[in-house]
Nanobody, 120 residues
Framework: QVQLVESGGGLVQAGGSLRLSCAAS????????MAWYRQAPGKQRELVAQ???????KYADSVKGRFAISRDNGKNTVYVQMSSLKPEDTAVYYC??????????????WGQGTLITVSS
């Protein structure tokens, strides 16, 4: 069993910054990729940023240069620092982690989601 606890969402004005955190706990051997997705009202869930175990990153075009994903492997935690936020960044943000467990070499786990609202 793997659990994810997200924190850091909330209301921010356009141009502001926020940092989300997601900590993984439970029974796993190691964590592979970690990522943040988001889902705006009426839209499909989309990948925002992803980071591999070795630190390779990938970003959605819409957030490149504004968001920075990082991870602390010692704390099993992934972060996303979001800057220059825009109203169109308003969405529920979900942490996504792929774990190596005893029974599954790449178990995918989702966080509960945290709402970010960017006011204009």
């Amino acid at each position: 069993q793997v659990q994810l606890v997200e924190s850091g969402g909330g209301l921010v004005q356009a141009g502001g910054s926020l940092r989300l955190s997601c900590a993984a706990s439970g029974s796993f051997i190691s964590i592979n990729d970690m990522a943040w997705y988001r889902q705006a009202p009426g839209k499909q869930r989309e990948l925002v940023a992803q980071i591999s175990k070795s630190g390779l990153t990938k970003y959605a075009d819409s957030v490149k240069g504004r968001f920075a994903i990082s991870r602390d492997n010692g704390k099993n935690t992934v972060y996303v620092q979001m800057s220059s936020l825009k109203p169109e960044d308003t969405a529920v943000y979900y942490c996504n982690v792929k774990c190596w467990t005893i029974s599954n070499w790449n178990l995918e786990v989702w966080g509960q989601g945290t709402l970010i609202t960017v006011s204009s």
